[in-house]
């Protein structure tokens, strides 16, 4: 099955490629809603205003629109993302690359993951029900884009720590980083009402982002200084 693109604003699609655009778009909003086993067919389509026989003749059925939902999710996240992730991974295979420069990438990285608008919340919902009750579309996410995340953001840390660091722990430490990150997705709500925000736009975004960076900061920094004490 070939993935859905992403359409750029102005661009001419087909026809077939516009109702198949128009089904994953109103698909991420229901399964972001509903889940997998809750959502139907028959709502996809209205909200899509295609016929229901659209998705099978496009996708096979509901689960074969689901694993396409999950492309559209790696599509959207690495043209959010990708272009870092490419730098970044290009820094990384020099010699010796500089602890400043592998903490400033660390940084963007994590403040690129929070994306806290609200177009983002259906994707979230989700990415969430496919990390705590994991289908085969799960696989798609991960090999897409997860995993390359992952290994990144702990390959950073393991250059700026040194190469004497441990790998798994690294990958716990980026696990947790990222986690913080991605909690004012997760639970979006409770940091409203906690803040007394209608809203999380520009100001708050920026007061997020200048947090789970800073505690990223000084976690990494603390690590390096206790491991020059120990050496």
């Known amino acids: 099955m070939s993935s859905v693109p992403i359409a750029n604003p102005g661009e001419d699609l087909g026809r077939g490629a516009q109702a198949r655009l128009a089904l994953v778009n109103a698909a991420v909003e229901v399964f972001g809603e509903s889940g997998l086993e809750a959502a139907t067919t028959r709502e996809i389509a209205q909200r899509a205003r295609q016929n229901i026989a659209a998705i099978a003749y496009y996708f096979g059925g509901k689960e074969g629109l689901y694993r396409a939902v999950a492309e559209h999710i790696v599509q959207v996240i690495l043209a959010r993302i990708g272009p870092l992730m490419d730098e970044a991974e290009g820094f990384l295979e020099e010699t010796k690359p500089a602890p ?5 990438y ?8 929070i994306a806290t608008n609200q177009s983002m919340v259906p994707l979230t919902g989700i990415i969430v029900r496919e990390q705590t009750h994991p289908t085969r579309a799960f696989s798609i996410l991960y090999q897409g884009c997860l995993e390359r995340l992952q290994r990144l953001g702990a390959s950073l840390i393991r250059a700026y720590l040194g190469n004497g660091a441990a790998e798994h722990e690294c990958i716990v430490r980026f696990h947790a980083m990222l986690g913080e990150a991605l909690a004012f997705r997760f639970a979006r709500e409770t940091i409203l009402r906690r803040a007394g925000w209608s809203e999380v736009g520009d100001k708050e975004e920026t007061i997020i982002r200048s947090v789970v960076t800073e505690h990223a900061e000084l976690v990494l920094r603390g690590l390096k200084r206790n491991s020059r004490r120990n050496s």
């Open 106 to 113: 660390l940084k963007k990285l994590l403040e690129l993951s």
């Open 100 to 104: 400043t420069q592998c903490l400033a």
